[in-house]
Each structure stands twice: as C-alpha cells, then as structure tokens.
C-alpha cells in the first residue's frame, strides 16, 4: 500500500509519512522508565501524543509488560463511584491483554485471573482493585507499566482523584507493596495539581494527589532534521525534486514543530496543491512558493484543532485578554509558570517560554489569532471598509503596489485619526493597518509576524504576494535616536532576507510631525517611510 501524510487519529511507520521517533522514545525510556518514573505527558491538541504512547508500548515490549488504556473508552458512567470504576478500570486492563497476548507472555497467568474474578464478583473497591493488581505487578516475570491516554477525560470527579492517590500510595510503599514500574498519563490538561470543582458547596480547591509526578521535559515537537528525514522518504517515493533540506527549514520555521501542522501542510502539499495552473504537479508543488499556497488552504479551513483553540479564548476570557495584549500592544509577558492564565496558555499550545518571555507558539497559530481577531472588527471598522473599497487600485500587473497602500494608508489615518491620543494610537496602531491590509492580499497573499523583532515600540509584518516578499517594519516614534537605529535595523534585516527596499510605517506623535511619505537611501537598500 502507498504511504501517504495523515492527520486523522494515529500515525504509523508502514502506512504514513511520519518523522522517526527512535530518539525521542529512547530518552523516555532511559529517563523516565527505567528509572520507575511516574510522569505525565500533556501537551495541546493533536500533538502527536497517542502516536508517541503507541510507538512507546510497543517499544518497550520486549523488557516490560505493557498495559496500554485510553479513558476514552470510559463512559462517564464508569466514574460515578469507585466500584463501577474498579469494575470497568479491571475490564480495559482485560480487553488489552486478550488483544495483545503476544506481548504479555510474562505475565502471570494466575494473578491476572484473580484480578479477573473480583470483578466478576462485582463490588469491588478500589481498594481491592489495587490489590489485585499489586499482585500481578509481584507475580510477573517482567516489571509492568501502566499508559493512560485522555486523561483529562475523566480529572473532573473524587473518583479520579482517589484513583491518582491510590497510585501515589503504592509509588511511595513499592518496596513493600508492589506495584507498576511506570505509570504514563497523558492529554492536553496537566493533572500533577488540578483545580477542580468536585463538592456541592462551590469550594475550589488545589489538589496534588499525584505529586510524585516527574516533570517531563522531553521536547515533543518535530525538529527540522527529522522532518528532512520524512520529505527524504517521500521525495524517494515520488521523485518530486524538491530541496529536502530547505523544505524542511521552511515547514519548521512556520509550524515551530507542531506536529498536525508539519503533517497537514504536507499533506495539501501532496494532495491539493497539485493541479492548478500555477502548480500543475507535485514538481511545482514542493517550492517555497507551494507551501505559500497550502498555508492559505490552511489558514482558510475549519479543522478540529482551531476550533479547540477558538473554543478555549471563549471559556478563558482572561486567556483571551493576555493573547490580544501580546498581539496588538507588543506587550512583553514574563514568562511565569505560577501564573493561572500564562499556564492555560502555555498547556493549550499557543504560547512557549522564550528565553523568559511569552511569544506565540508559530507563525500560523498567530495568523490564526490575528485573523479571528481582526474578523470581530471588520463589519464595523472603517479601515477595512476603506480598504475594501481601494483593494483593486493597490494590485499591478499581478503584484503589490506596498507603496501606494501606505499613501493611501496614511491619508486614510489623517482624515479619521489625526486627533487621537498617544494611547488610542499605541493600542491601535498596528491592528488598523491590518485591517487595511488584510482584504487587499486576501486569498492571494499571506501575511505574518516576524516574533524576533515584535515589542511596545515595533512589530515587523512579513507579506507574501505571488512570490515576493514585503518587509514592512510598523513603529511607535520614541524620537529621532530611536527612529534612526529603527531603520538600521530595518536594514539588516532586509540584509537576511535578501531584500533590497523595506517598508517603515511610523505613528507619531509629535505635534510638529509632517505626514507624508519619503525613500531613505542606505548601504545600498531602499527604505520607503511612511509617518502619520
């Protein structure tokens, strides 16, 4: 059967493009299993956490005894009290063992079937359960380790909770009572100190009932060599004569790694992108200019992971606040895990700790948020209905006249803004040359912000239209001194991106200012100005 990328469910070597997992299942064994680790794997949705704890079992099988569960195939029945958990927990431990005897063959038949027969004799407590299981733990010929996925499915309820402290128990008395080896538990909320609502009076509460967790710091994102070492397999499948390499770079570099998004991608470059004038076969497809074409596809689709992030800036207002801040106003956010809201944010995936700053997580998740963003305002915003109007004037020959939208723009923000204050113009600056922006390139070009040089004073946005590059740096004038190393900067940059003119929009606020536009001439690179 031909291999092809998958994004629904799990991923395997036989069937899917996927990038190699050796190294990373290795660390997990010798860092956290091998050393009786308990710990717990929570990372955002489609994360490529249930491919990671399937490759884990069965990489595991030949020194341990595996038992591999998903809550998920738990009602929420199965949680209304601890006997009904113990029966069903004893019944998922079962169905494994008969679908995977090949890898239980040291297990000890006889304290399995003891196990097995207090369910059958129903009303078990927890209690016994976890002593039937200690007893399949001493008897087996190899040390057993437990995996749970979708745990996060069942973290709202007391049984849960005792069921994490039972563990906790039998962790802390193993030379006495034995019991797993391991126990992996994971899903996108991270159990180690859950604030639950689980009693009638409205008390909430921190708990840690599973306080032996070990912190579990091995980095689950797709690095750039090993996306390499997929496209290579691909690329041997298909003879498309990409550049491996530099592909490679490129999907890293707009997905940091996140796993659906290096697969999706793939997957529209392989399956969609092909056929159409422009990219006529998978040939023309695997560019720079093709994996442009498939972040649009992307960006424009409805898919289960940006309605899960949707979702959760509805039912966490606050999250949405510190995202929209960080967005709009260059706010800069220490990074601070004993934050509520810097912890929500972190565990759902849109953000990560960079060097002790909060930055989006990659470049679509901020072009995700930006867009959904900038959508709640378009209606009723007269930049964007401006705009809408102008689109068609700023397209020549097929590309973006950049020069003529920041005359327009700045012509634009005099007759609406020229007496705003300095805060209506620090908040809203850059969000209204978005709105400008975005329905002039809108389904033919991206757009995006370079993380690197995004703070309080400035934000590059990086444009791509048919091909071409535009690098627009957006700034707040803190004087001439600022505004000079401003365009300095500006000039290395375009330096890396191999760019001869740069685009400097600048709000200022200096009574005496001249509105208008003007080319700077420097080092041989042209910077177009435009002040309002």
């Known amino acids: 059967m031909t291999r092809y990328f998958n994004t629904e469910g799990i991923c395997r070597p036989d069937e899917h493009y996927m990038v190699r997992l050796d190294a990373r299942l290795k660390m997990i064994k010798e860092r956290y299993v091998d050393r009786g680790k308990y710990f717990v794997i929570n ?74 027969s207090m369910k059958e004799m129903g009303n078990i407590s927890m209690d016994q359960m976890f002593e039937g299981i200690s007893r399949v733990c001493e008897m087996s010929k190899r040390p057993v380790v437990l995996i749970i996925d979708e745990v996060d499915s069942a973290s709202n309820n007391q049984v849960f909770l005792d069921f994490l402290a039972l563990l906790r128990g039998y962790y802390l008395q193993r030379e006495e009572y034995p019991t797993f080896q ?10 180690r100190n859950l604030k639950q609502k689980i009693r009638p009076d409205s008390e909430h509460k921190h708990n840690s009932p599973w306080n032996i967790a070990a912190a579990f710091d091995v980095n689950m994102d797709l690095e750039a060599d090993g996306i390499a070492g997929m496209l290579a397999e691909y690329e041997a499948d298909h003879h498309t004569g990409m550049d491996v390499g530099r592909m490679a770079e490129l999907l890293y570099e707009d997905t940091s790694g996140y796993p659906f998004l290096v697969s999706r991608l793939c ?28 972040e649009k596809i992307l960006l424009m689709e409805k898919n289960t992971l940006f309605d899960s992030l949707i979702n959760k800036l509805t039912d966490y207002p606050k999250l949405r606040d510190l995202l929209y801040s960080m967005l709009f106003r260059g706010e800069r956010v220490v990074y601070n895990s004993h934050n509520d809201v810097i912890q929500l944010a972190s565990m759902f995936g849109f953000v990560k700790n960079v060097n002790g700053a909060l930055s989006i997580a990659n470049r679509i998740f901020e072009t995700v948020l930006y867009n959904l963003f900038l959508s709640e305002e378009e209606v009723s915003n007269q930049t964007f209905t401006t705009a809408m109007a102008d689109r068609n004037q700023f397209i020549r020959d097929g590309f973006l006249d950049m020069e003529l939208l920041l005359k327009k723009f700045v012509l634009h923000w005099n007759d609406l803004y020229h007496s705003a204050d300095e805060k209506f113009i620090e908040e809203n600056g850059r969000k209204f040359f978005l709105l400008y922006l975005k329905p002039v390139i809108n389904g033919v070009g991206n757009y995006y912000i370079e993380a690197r040089t995004r703070d309080q004073g400035r934000t590059d946005v990086i444009v791509d239209y048919r091909g071409r590059q535009y690098i627009i740096e957006i700034k707040i004038w803190r004087g001439e001194e600022y505004n000079r190393r401003g365009e300095e900067q500006l000039v290395s940059y375009l330096e890396s991106y191999h760019a001869r003119k740069g685009y400097l929009l600048s709000f200022n606020f200096n009574k005496n200012k001249i509105p208008g536009v003007k080319e700077i001439s420097w080092d041989g690179k042209v910077i177009f100005e435009a002040i309002v």
């Open 182 to 191: 391991s126990v992996i538990l994971a899903g996108v909320y991270d159990i």
């Open 267 to 294: 997957q529209l470059l392989d399956e969609q992108v092909p056929g159409s004038a422009e990219f006529p076969d998978r040939q023309a497809a695997w560019s720079r200019e093709g994996l442009l074409a498939a």
């Open 43 to 116: 990372r955002g949705r489609q994360y490529g956490k249930t491919t990671t704890l399937m490759a884990l079992a069965e990489y595991l099988q030949d020194e341990y005894i595996v038992f591999s569960l998903d809550f998920q195939m738990m009602s929420t029945a199965s949680f209304m009290d601890e006997w009904i958990f113990a029966e069903k927990f004893i019944g998922l431990l079962h169905k494994f063992y008969v679908r995977k005897k090949e890898m239980m063959t040291g297990i000890d038949a006889e304290a399995f079937q003891e196990l097995l």
